[in-house]
């Protein structure tokens, strides 16, 4: 068993920041990436930014600049964070969080696989 989960999410006025956060937890063997993606209403679902097991990050292009993703710290195995700065009502989404790399199975075997969290809503009022 392997979950991820998110939280963080809330209302918030344009201009102003949240911090999400992600765990992951279960059967882990080793993570290779955690990565946030964002679905809007009525739009699909988009990478917003993805940090690897060697810290290197990457971001969508529109995004670069307002939103940091970072890595496990003070000891939190399996965790990532996405400050969100300068929000905008069009940020207003359903942030999802992904862990893919190689989990243990009942069988004691290891696999290659990605999870998906339930996702945190996002809401930025104008």
């Known amino acids: 068993q392997v979950q991820v989960v998110e939280s963080g999410g809330g209302l918030v006025q344009t201009g102003g920041s949240l911090k999400l956060s992600c765990a992951a937890s279960?059967?882990?063997?080793?993570?290779?990436?955690m990565s946030w993606h964002r679905q809007a209403p009525g739009k699909q679902r988009e990478l917003v930014a993805t940090i690897t097991d060697d810290g290197t990050t990457t971001y969508s292009d529109s995004l670069r600049g307002r939103f940091t993703i970072s890595g496990p710290g003070d000891g939190a195995k399996n965790t990532v964070y996405l400050q969100m700065d300068s929000l905008r009502p069009e940020d207003t989404a359903v942030y999802y969080c992904n862990a893919e790399g190689y989990f243990i199975n009942s069988e004691e075997h290891v696999y290659e696989e990605n999870y998906w969290g339930k996702g945190t809503l996002v809401t930025v009022a104008s």
């Open positions: 279960g059967s882990i063997f080793r993570l290779s990436a």
